[in-house]
Structures are given as C-alpha cells and as structure tokens.
C-alpha cells in the first residue's frame, strides 16, 4: 500500500485536532496553530519564489517591473525584510530576503524570451462568479485558468483566504480593526497568491447592468 504524502492542509487540520487534547490553554494552542501555519506558509512562499528564480525570469528591468517585483515579494515577505538591486550589466536582479532565523540572498534573470515564453504556455483564464453564503446576491467576478474546474478553484480560493489571513499583511490589517471579510481579503490579498493556484482577482472590468425594457405594444398592431 502507497501512503500518500501528508500535505500542508492535512497537516494544518490535524494539527488543529490535536492541540486542544494535549492542552487546556485555548490561548497557547492557538498561538502554536498560527505560528506553525505562519511557517508553512514562509516556507511555501519561498520555495515558490526560489522555483521561478531558477526556471522564470523578467522582460526587462523597468521600473514598472522591478515595482511589480517588489510589490510581490513585499505581499510574501513583508516591506522591512526586503531588497532588490539591479545588476549593472542588467541581465540580473540581486534580492535579498531577511527571514527571522537566516537570510536568503538570490538572482532574477532578465531574459524577455524566457519571461515571454512563460507567458505563452500559462492556459487562457474564464469567468469565475462567486457568491458567498450569506449573500447570494452579490456576485464576484474572479478569473481561473481554463483547465481548473469551478470546484477546484473553489477550494483553492478558501485556501488562499485562510493563509493569507496568517500572513504578515493579513495580521498588520488586523491588528488596524480592518474586519476579516471576504472583501478585505479579496482588495488586499497579493496578486501572485491567487496567480499561482490559477486564479486572477478581476477577469474584467464589469459592464452597467442593463435593464430589458419591453417594447409597448402598438395600437392596433396585429
């Protein structure tokens, strides 16, 4: 029998489960919950980046680009544990990243093939509406890669919510009263969180909604 490999979210649950048998302490156990779930996420933010270091790259070094770059690094990381330097020669950008227990010195290529490329083998995004629960009404017009069915964006959307609350962002906004809505998760969540699991926070720009009028009928008209 193969045993399948226990993955972050199994291990999240089971972690939950178990720490209020082995202690009373609501409070402990859920500061123990958050800071495992705080380095797991670490973890997987910084191996996602260190994948694209060695497989992506950027078209340029702009200062539109090198902003984008930072404004992603900053969503994963946090603003004061982030640097970027552009190399002079500009074929590289050097990034530092200050972890609390090391620092992660790496290199973003500039290659406009490679990040051209990358682009050209990403599958086409549809319309993915959602509706929350308690307001039925509502309907949020996310986008999701073609070859993600609507359940399993679904369920990457719940993860990324509930992770991004753990985040340094997340508990900043908390801990400022901002409510931890759907909304709030949604306006100030990292685009590349919801880029990498497949999904866009806009697919398009909404139209007005237009009302269908019928016509009079006219006297007399047979």
């Known amino acids: 029998m193969k045993t399948k490999r226990l993955n972050e979210a199994v291990f ?3 972690l939950q489960k178990v720490l209020p048998t082995k202690t009373k302490d609501t409070h402990l156990a859920t500061t123990i919950y958050e800071g495992v ?3 797991i996420n670490l973890l997987k933010s910084l191996e996602s980046f260190e994948k694209f270091c060695e497989t992506g790259a950027l078209p340029d ?33 050097a990034v530092e990243i200050a972890l609390p227990d090391r620092t992660v010195n790496t290199r973003v290529k500039v290659d406009p093939e490679v990040a051209n490329a990358a682009e050209e083998v990403k599958p086409p995004l549809v319309p993915f509406p959602i509706a929350l629960p308690d307001d039925p009404e509502l309907v949020w017009v996310l986008g999701r890669r073609e070859d993600l069915s609507p359940d399993e964006a679904a369920r990457a959307l719940a993860k990324i919510e509930e992770e991004f609350w753990l ?30 699991s497949g999904l866009k926070r806009h697919y398009k720009e909404p139209e007005p909604l237009k009302t269908l009028r019928l016509l009079p009928k006219s006297a007399g008209r047979v």
């Open 12 to 14: 999240l649950s089971l």
């Open 37 to 39: 779930a705080k380095e």
């Open 61 to 93: 070094l702009e200062p539109g680009t090198l902003a984008e770059l930072k404004s992603e690094l900053i969503g994963k990381f946090g603003e004061e544990n982030i640097a970027i330097i552009p190399e002079e020669d500009g074929v590289g950008v």
């Open 167 to 196: 985040t340094k962002n997340g508990q900043a906004l908390l801990k400022d009263r901002v409510e931890r809505t759907f909304a709030e998760f949604i306006a100030n969540v990292p685009a590349t969180a919801l880029a990498d």
